[in-house]
């Protein structure tokens, strides 16, 4: 019991790195940069800082629409939501489902974030993404990758059980 209590909390403080670095590139990372110029600090765009930034720019002004705001909100609060919805599915005893909502919603959170993404390199030619997209992509890798492996294991667990129990049945009839 003790085990699996530390265990959780251990998946709590990793939770918490991972969104504050999420957070982090969202806001600090450059997320775009320019594709005829040098990659200097210059050329790259930020979603919120300097001024040349997609919020606070004049190139970025007929982009940036409800639904590039509606997508950055998903981004932000979709992996807390799916955190709060895995804990408590974990805790009604449904860990397949609770993985399987995570693994979902994170994939959605990568298709919303590829979708944004392109959604300003198309309408401005010359730019192509930044390291900022490419590190959110990966943090929600991250998160697919845990909980397929979680399925997966579940999955086998649940085929080796049944496996026994037939072998047992098995060798019950062959007493009889």
Not at 89 to 105: R, T
Request: one cysteine or more.
């Amino acid at each position: 019991m003790s085990e699996r209590k530390q265990e959780s909390n251990l998946s709590l403080v990793w939770e918490l790195v991972l969104y504050i670095i999420l957070i982090f590139s969202i806001v600090g990372l450059p997320f775009l940069n320019g594709l005829y110029y040098s990659y200097s600090d210059d050329s790259q765009v930020f979603l919120f800082r300097k001024s040349n930034s997609v919020f606070w720019g004049q190139e970025f002004k007929g982009v940036v629409n409800s639904y590039f705001i509606i997508s950055l909100i998903l981004l932000i609060l979709l992996p807390v939501i799916a955190y709060f919805i895995h804990d408590s599915f974990e805790k009604k005893g449904y860990p397949f489902l609770a993985s399987l909502q995570s693994f979902l919603i994170h994939l959605s959170c990568s298709v919303i974030l590829i979708y944004a993404a392109f959604s300003l390199t198309i309408q401005t030619v010359y730019y192509n993404l930044g390291f900022g997209v490419y590190l959110c992509l990966l943090i929600y890798m991250v998160h697919m990758y845990s909980d397929l492996k979680d399925i997966r294991n579940m999955i086998e667990q649940r085929n080796s059980l049944r496996e026994e129990n037939q072998l047992e049945n098995k060798v019950v009839s062959e007493k009889k």
